[in-house]
């Protein structure tokens, strides 16, 4: 057994289930498969828990244009609901910012398994509290946001672990495009979340159930990755993937055409026996190479994404398409093409990461178009229902790609780079680093976007916000072109090694 892969009894649901026998080549493929969709529908509902804050929002804040305050005190003020509501939103973040980093090291250190089922459980379990309020009649800020606060820490345990569990199940060479697939669960739950809250956002009687239906869906699949997810090969008895590409292989090979190389991806980079290398460290994962690149990225990169989670249906709630303004559900739903986007987008980037193997280029070549894409939807979105989805969709595509890429497939490569090679338990912790990284900067996004908003109102409401949303998307292309041209060094090398031979 590799050093590093904490040992998990095969769960209780498989044993009492053995929908496979035997050790032949299928068996591993049915375990991949069910591994692949069980965590794609784990994560996906811990996204649809996210989207119900953003879709109630208009709802919670009323109709405040004539001192008419029809929504859910305190959040139907004509001062500073916008403000409050924001509160909520930078709660949540910020818990989950500052919970993600620890989860990642307690990932790494317990069963994958029981740490899933008490994350899932419990934002269940705080998600129908937040909803209850409606039903308790309460209306304590203090409440709210210490709910939001709790929610956070759970919610910060569920990406460290998904994607370990993936690192674990699944090899090198084709994670782009299986983790460009398996990204979309962001998407798909935001879909699902903006649809099922959207259905029950619409009256101050029915916002509570905009948490209680998600919650249920997320306790339901805690009890299910309890029973039936087996978190790594050797659980079941399957020898572990491969973790290097063929590039990689090669790159060893053409090191001998490399005198004076000052590409320190393979300082120090050698092949150890995996049973003598213990768990890395919070900061040897760090100073992984690429690791603070594609942190500071995505620091921006979520930055964007994430004020469109939350902030996107109260934008297409602010302003008229062609002359017609649409209530919080008709916009909820109006706002799922951008997820939609979102999907073909991260999947299309895994694969051009897989081909091309610059994952770095691939990033900034996304981020780049992203930017006229943020001009051209606020400024020209509203001439028509076909302009402002088209261009959403497209806008879409290009912003969530990045992140999707970042976050999954970089994240999975860097735990399981050379450097660290053996060292199984590196995935939960530079996972958490990056996607925790980010998350600092999707708390400022909303926290920005309420500030910004607040006692705003008209077709203007927004338009700060999209300066910032741009900004951000090319400073952090930026980030990466360090990471670039060492790709493109790679790139020549291998070129030089193909003309040889």
Known sequence: MVSGVRYDPLPLGIRCFKFTTGSSPPRNIVYKCWILALT??????????????????????????????????????????????????????????????????????????????????????????????????????????????????????????????????????????????????????????????????????TWGLSFIYPAIVIGGLGIVVFLFLPTNPQAVGLPPPSQSTAEEDEERLIKSLQHHSDDSDDEGAIIRDPNSIPAISFWKAFKIPGVVEFSIALFFAKLVCYTFLFCLPDYVHSIKINGTQYDSEKSADIATFYD?????????????????????????????????????????????????????????????????????????????????RGSAQALATVSAIIDGSGSIGATLGPYITSVLTNNQDGPNKYEKVFYVLETSAFIAALCLLRVMIKEISKFRLRRTYAEIN
């Open 40 to 205: 794609f529908l784990v994560y996906m509902s811990y996204h649809m828990n996210r989207k119900s804050l953003g879709v109630v929002k208009s709802t919670l804040h009323g109709n405040t244009s004539n001192n008419n305050t029809d929504g859910w005190a305190p959040f139907n003020s004509t001062k500073d609901g916008t403000e409050l509501l924001g509160y909520l939103d930078t709660a949540f973040l910020l818990s989950y910012a500052v919970f993600i980093f620890a989860c990642g090291s307690i990932a790494d250190n317990v069963s994958l398994r029981y740490f899933l089922t008490v994350g899932m459980i419990g934002t269940s379990t705080f998600m129908i509290l937040m909803g209850m309020a409606k039903y308790f009649n309460i209306h304590s800020l203090a409440y709210f946001v210490i709910m939001q606060i709790i929610i956070g820490a759970f919610q910060a345990t569920g990406w460290p672990a998904v994607v370990a569990v993936i690192g674990n199940w699944v090899g090198k060479g084709s994670r782009g495009l299986i983790m460009g697939i398996w990204n979309s669960h962001t998407s798909v739950g935001n879909i699902l979340g903006g649809l099922v809250a959207g259905a029950e956002s619409n009256s101050l009687d």
């Open 340 to 420: 939609i986007g979102g999907i073909i987008g991260s999947i299309i980037c895994g694969l051009l990461a897989d081909k091309t193997g610059c994952n770095a280029i691939v990033c900034i070549v996304f981020q780049i178009i992203s930017v006229p894409l943020l001009y051209i939807y606020y400024h020209y979105g509203t001439i028509s229902m076909a302009a402002q989805l088209g261009i959403m969709f497209v806008l879409g595509f290009f912003s969530n790609g990045p992140y999707a890429l970042i976050t999954t497939a970089v994240s999975a490569d860097l735990g399981t780079s050379e450097a660290i």
